[in-house]
């Protein structure tokens, strides 16, 4: 090797020892610095957590019960959102098979693959209750989805996104309108079956003649012990109430009642039910203590003997001496069920909060629900930084629309079937007192929405709720007027100068159809409607309960105009009904709406006994035999704290034929349906 070639080894060997050191160095430094950032992250961890955590970007509870494949699945990364989109794909082709089983089964792992991922519930419920349900071919089958996709909003996606607008807006919009609308062929038989479930759990509405009672019947459920099990264990006294009343063997019953043979032992032992502190005990009660319904569950063996089921449990829960701890039980249990995240998820304080704030909701009402997602996710979703301003403004106005409709179908006039809920009698009747509610709600959410927008002019509803609070209150004007009253037309009075005031033109005057009289102006809308099913049926039913009015002060003649005048526009609005295959926009038959509105009549505290006494008397026969048993406890107890208290006897005489009629109701409904025939060929539908 030459002497050149020598040094230059020399210097490359001396360099590449050189980079060695300095390699070593490098790593050192480099292993020192990202021990320190580990260091550094891990004091960060907490902090970054809790930004987590008020940016609602972490799950706060466990997912259980994931199937091993999907749990291993959930471990994959950004894999994970590779199964997400097949399982999409797969979903539509399995709807496509009507393989619905299959379906629901994948949708629940989807949910469970994404929980925080709100899009997949609403996907998931939106196609339970609308795209498979409609593929059902009876109202029950439909029902079982409709009812799958609420419940798996309100019983799952809530509970894992429990600050999620978007889940409560569209919890509020399946009540609204695919139970509360007449989109569905089976709309009815969905309002009869949520009004039945929810009777159950609330039982048969209270007997009350004022708001307030209703609101301090619900105090108590709002009151009642949040650990039933152990408020049970720690009150001696309840907790015998309970082991009497759950279900006792031929031995058991033996020695309650010595007297008894083991046949009579055996036979009664069959006929007892299960019941404990829970739902099977709610359901008892809606069923078998009905105290004011003609709907007493009866078996009739012959005209002499009737057996009454369950007879032992019936008469130990309609004792009167026990009557306190069943209520104290009952509101305890309905307490539990609604709070149930399995059942109902629902918060009673805020339920009640609602009835101080609105009035006595009736929670059979699909609208008393659309209002309580709207409202309750607004409130329980207000502050939060990511939520979304489009489905918080439309999440309020499902509000409006829940109140709208409540001050159209706020009253429910109910006939349950328990054996076949789909097939109850339900007819909602419109509620007036929820009119100005609404109007305080447009007006004081138009603030919280809009109320720094340029716009915005104090007292209104805003910019973007203007025209439907403007919409709302022209029909409350028509449905104040035609419920007729000082005190109704008075308030409608004041809508149309409210609407005079702001409802202007693009250059602030006023529209020409306010500049005019009221009467003018009222003439004018009605002439709009008829055509429409709300408002044909408004007027019809407005109309019906305008003649029991006329007929309570005496002017027979006007009584009997305004009946005829209900029938022509019921007339008018079925002129093409042979279009509707369906029946799904046909109104129930004349004599089934007038005996609605006779019973609602009677139940009115606002209507004087006097009042009362003089309509009963102008009723045919068969309407006051459909309404006797419904409408007596509400006249019995007007009458007895009137001062001085009057007879019921004579104010409500009971109709001959009673007995008869309990035991066949369906041949009066079938008199009523051809009411409006006999008054064709001349009969008179208000007697002198």
Same mark, same amino acid.
């Given at each position: 090797?030459?002497?050149?070639?020598?040094?230059?080894?020399?210097?490359?060997?001396?360099?590449?020892?050189?980079?060695?050191?300095?390699?070593?160095?490098?790593?050192?430094?480099?292993?020192?610095?990202?021990?320190?950032?580990?260091?550094?992250?891990?004091?960060?961890?907490?902090?970054?957590?809790?930004?987590?955590?008020?940016?609602?970007?972490?799950?706060?509870?466990?997912?259980?019960?994931?199937?091993?494949?999907?749990?291993?699945?959930?471990?994959?990364?950004?894999?994970?959102? #590779?199964?997400?989109?097949?399982?999409?794909? !797969?979903?539509? &082709?399995?709807?496509?098979?009507?393989?619905?089983?299959? #379906?629901?089964?994948?949708?629940?792992?989807?949910?469970?693959?994404?929980?925080?991922?709100?899009?997949?519930?609403?996907?998931?419920?939106?196609?339970?209750?609308?795209?498979?349900?409609?593929?059902?071919?009876?109202?029950?089958?439909?029902?079982?989805?409709?009812?799958?996709?609420?419940?798996?909003?309100?019983?799952?996606? #809530?509970?894992?996104?429990?600050?999620?607008?978007?889940?409560?807006?569209?919890?509020?919009?399946?009540?609204?309108?695919?139970?509360?609308?007449?989109?569905?062929?089976?709309?009815?038989?969905?309002?009869?079956?949520?009004?039945?479930?929810?009777?159950?759990?609330?039982?048969?509405?209270?007997?009350?003649?004022?708001?307030?009672?209703?609101? &301090?019947?619900?105090?108590?459920?709002?009151?009642?012990?949040?650990?039933?099990?152990?408020?049970?264990?720690?009150?001696?006294?309840?907790?015998?109430?309970?082991?009497?009343?759950? !279900?006792?063997?031929?031995?058991?019953?033996?020695? #309650?009642?010595?007297?008894?043979?083991?046949?009579?032992?055996?036979?009664?032992?069959?006929?007892?039910?299960?019941?404990?502190?829970?739902?099977?005990?709610?359901?008892?009660?809606?069923?078998?203590?009905?105290?004011?319904?003609?709907?007493?569950?009866?078996?009739?063996?012959?005209?002499?003997?009737?057996?009454?089921?369950?007879?032992?449990?019936?008469?130990?829960?309609?004792?009167?001496?026990?009557?306190?701890?069943?209520?104290?039980?009952?509101?305890?249990?309905?307490?539990?069920?609604?709070?149930?995240?399995?059942?109902?998820?629902?918060?009673?304080?805020?339920?009640?909060?609602?009835?101080?704030?609105?009035?006595?909701?009736?929670?059979?009402?699909?609208?008393?629900?659309?209002?309580?997602?709207?409202?309750?996710?607004?409130?329980?979703?207000?502050?939060?930084?990511?939520?979304?301003?489009?489905?918080?403004?439309?999440?309020?106005?499902?509000?409006?629309?829940?109140?709208?409709?409540?001050?159209?179908?706020?009253?429910?006039?109910?006939?349950?079937?328990?054996?076949?809920?789909?097939?109850?009698?339900?007819?909602?009747?419109?509620?007036?007192?929820?009119?100005?509610?609404?109007?305080?709600?447009?007006?004081?959410?138009?603030?919280?929405?809009?109320?720094?927008?340029?716009?915005?002019?104090?007292?209104?509803?805003?910019?973007?709720?203007?025209?439907?609070?403007?919409?709302?209150?022209?029909?409350?004007?028509?449905?104040?007027?035609?419920?007729?009253?000082?005190?109704?037309? &008075?308030?409608?009075?004041?809508?149309?100068?409210?609407?005079? %005031?702001?409802?202007?033109?693009?250059?602030?005057?006023? %529209?020409?159809?306010?500049?005019?009289?009221?009467?003018?102006?009222?003439?004018?809308?009605?002439?709009?409607?008829?055509?429409?099913?709300?408002?044909?049926?408004?007027?019809?039913?407005?109309?019906?309960?305008?003649?029991?009015?006329?007929?309570?002060?005496?002017?027979?003649?006007?009584?009997?105009?305004?009946?005829?005048?209900?029938?022509?526009?019921?007339?008018?609005?079925?002129?093409?009904?042979?279009?509707?295959?369906?029946? !799904?926009?046909?109104?129930?038959?004349?004599?089934?709406?007038?005996?609605?509105?006779?019973?609602?009549?009677?139940?009115?505290?606002?209507?004087?006994?006097?009042?009362?006494?003089?309509?009963?008397?102008?009723?045919?026969?068969?309407?006051?035999?459909?309404?006797? &048993?419904?409408?007596?406890?509400?006249?019995?107890?007007?009458?007895?704290?009137?001062?001085?208290?009057?007879?019921?006897?004579?104010?409500?005489?009971?109709?001959?034929?009673?007995?008869?009629?309990?035991?066949?109701?369906?041949?009066?409904?079938?008199?009523?349906?051809?009411?409006?025939?006999?008054?064709?060929?001349?009969?008179?539908?208000?007697?002198?």
């Amino acid at each position: 090797m030459s002497q050149a070639a020598q040094s230059s080894m020399e210097t490359y060997l001396t360099g590449r020892a050189s980079a060695a050191r300095s390699d070593r160095w490098v790593r050192l430094l480099s292993g020192l610095l990202a021990l320190v950032c580990l260091m550094g992250a891990m004091f960060l961890v907490h902090p970054i957590n809790e930004i987590r955590r008020e940016e609602q970007l972490t799950l706060d509870v466990q997912i259980k019960g994931l199937p091993p494949d999907i749990a291993l699945m959930t471990k994959l990364g950004t894999l994970r959102a #590779l199964a997400i989109d097949i399982a999409f794909i !797969r979903l539509e &082709d399995l709807k496509m098979e009507n393989r619905f089983f299959e #379906l629901m089964q994948l949708s629940d792992w989807l949910c469970k693959l994404a929980p925080r991922y709100p899009t997949v519930w609403k996907y998931s419920a939106w196609n339970m209750a609308y795209n498979i349900s409609v593929c059902q071919y009876s109202d029950k089958a439909r029902w079982l989805w409709v009812s799958n996709g609420i419940s798996n909003l309100r019983n799952r996606g #809530l509970v894992y996104n429990p600050k999620s607008i978007s889940l409560y807006k569209e919890l509020s919009w399946i009540f609204y309108h695919k139970i509360g609308d007449k989109l569905d062929d089976s709309h009815r038989a969905y309002k009869a079956q949520l009004a039945v479930e929810m009777e159950r759990i609330f039982g048969e509405p209270p007997l009350v003649l004022e708001d307030d009672q209703a609101v &301090d019947r619900f105090k108590k459920i709002v009151e009642a012990p949040r650990d039933l099990d152990k408020w049970i264990e720690e009150n001696p006294e309840i907790k015998r109430f309970v082991d009497r009343m759950r !279900r006792k063997d031929e031995s058991e019953l033996l020695e #309650l009642n010595p007297d008894w043979t083991p046949a009579e032992a055996k036979a009664a032992a069959e006929d007892e039910v299960e019941l404990s502190a829970n739902e099977t005990l709610l359901s008892f009660v809606a069923e078998y203590l009905r105290t004011y319904s003609n709907q007493e569950q009866f078996v009739v063996v012959d005209d002499e003997y009737q057996i009454v089921p369950h007879k032992r449990q019936r008469d130990l829960l309609s004792d009167p001496t026990n009557a306190e701890l069943l209520d104290q039980l009952c509101a305890a249990v309905r307490s539990d069920v609604l709070r149930d995240a399995e059942k109902y998820n629902m918060s009673v304080e805020y339920m009640l909060s609602l009835m101080e704030e609105y009035g006595p909701l009736d929670w059979r009402s699909c609208f008393s629900h659309a209002l309580y997602w709207a409202s309750y996710g607004d409130h329980v979703t207000s502050g939060i930084k990511n939520r979304d301003d489009a489905d918080s403004m439309n999440a309020v106005r499902f509000i409006f629309f829940a109140l709208d409709q409540l001050s159209r179908n706020g009253k429910i006039i109910l006939e349950p079937n328990f054996d076949e809920p789909g097939k109850s009698f339900c007819d909602p009747q419109p509620d007036a007192r929820f009119i100005r509610h609404m109007h305080e709600a447009y007006i004081k959410y138009g603030k919280e929405q809009f109320g720094d927008h340029p716009d915005f002019v104090e007292g209104t509803a805003g910019p973007n709720y203007s025209t439907g609070h403007e919409n709302f209150l022209m029909r409350a004007i028509r449905q104040l007027y035609l419920a007729g009253g000082k005190k109704n037309l &008075d308030e409608a009075k004041e809508y149309y100068f409210y609407l005079r %005031k702001f409802d202007l033109d693009e250059f602030g005057n006023v %529209k020409p159809w306010y500049n005019t009289t009221f009467k003018a102006f009222i003439e004018r809308q009605f002439k709009e409607q008829l055509d429409t099913h709300s408002g044909a049926r408004s007027f019809i039913q407005a109309f019906l309960l305008r003649s029991l009015k006329e007929a309570a002060v005496g002017a027979v003649d006007r009584s009997i105009q305004s009946f005829n005048t209900a029938k022509s526009w019921w007339e008018y609005f079925h002129r093409d009904m042979d279009t509707d295959r369906n029946t !799904r926009r046909k109104m129930q038959p004349l004599g089934i709406m007038r005996r609605d509105a006779a019973l609602v009549f009677m139940q009115t505290p606002a209507y004087s006994a006097q009042e009362k006494a003089r309509v009963w008397k102008s009723l045919d026969l068969t309407t006051r035999k459909a309404i006797y &048993d419904d409408a007596l406890p509400y006249v019995e107890q007007q009458c007895k704290t009137h001062n001085p208290p009057f007879a019921v006897d004579k104010v409500m005489p009971q109709p001959p034929g009673m007995e008869d009629h309990r035991k066949n109701p369906e041949s009066v409904l079938t008199e009523l349906e051809h009411f409006d025939e006999s008054v064709s060929q001349g009969e008179k539908p208000i007697s002198d």
